[in-house]
């Protein structure tokens, strides 16, 4: 069983910036992809970020593309997301989550929350206008 504890979440104004850690406490870390979602009251769970587990392929949606840049520390079982430019909408739990059935250096890390197993507890962001 992985644990995943998120940290960094706050209030930041808009056009801040936020850096989310994720802490992973099982031995097989370097094995799992990993990916940050988020969800806003009455909306879906919504991948942000994903990276495969030899931070060889990433993957945003079109909404922070260019804001948001995740990186993982398989060294410190970290996985990262640096959050720039952010704006009201942005506003959300963010969570991180893992997934076990990472492949090759060119695989492609999923992009459904139905592909991880493993999730963090959240943490909140608020950008205020």
């Known amino acids: 069983q992985e644990q995943l504890v998120e940290s960094g979440g706050g209030l930041v104004q808009a056009g801040g910036s936020l850096r989310l850690s994720c802490a992973a406490s099982?031995?097989?870390?370097?094995?799992?992809?990993m990916g940050w979602f988020r969800q806003a009251p009455g909306k879906e769970r919504a991948v942000v970020a994903a990276i495969n587990n030899h931070g060889t392929r990433t993957y945003y949606p079109d909404s922070v593309k260019g804001r948001f840049t995740i990186s993982r520390d398989n060294a410190k079982n970290t996985v990262f997301l640096q959050m720039n430019s952010l704006n009201p909408e942005d506003t959300a739990v963010y969570y991180c989550?893992?997934?076990?059935?990472?492949?090759?250096?060119?695989?492609?890390?999923?992009?459904?929350?139905?592909?991880?197993?493993?999730w963090g507890q959240g943490t909140q962001v608020t950008v205020s206008s």
């Open positions: 989550a893992a997934d076990r059935s990472s492949g090759g250096i060119t695989t492609h890390p999923a992009r459904s929350a139905s592909g991880y197993e493993y």
């Open positions: 099982g031995r097989t870390f370097s094995s799992y992809d």
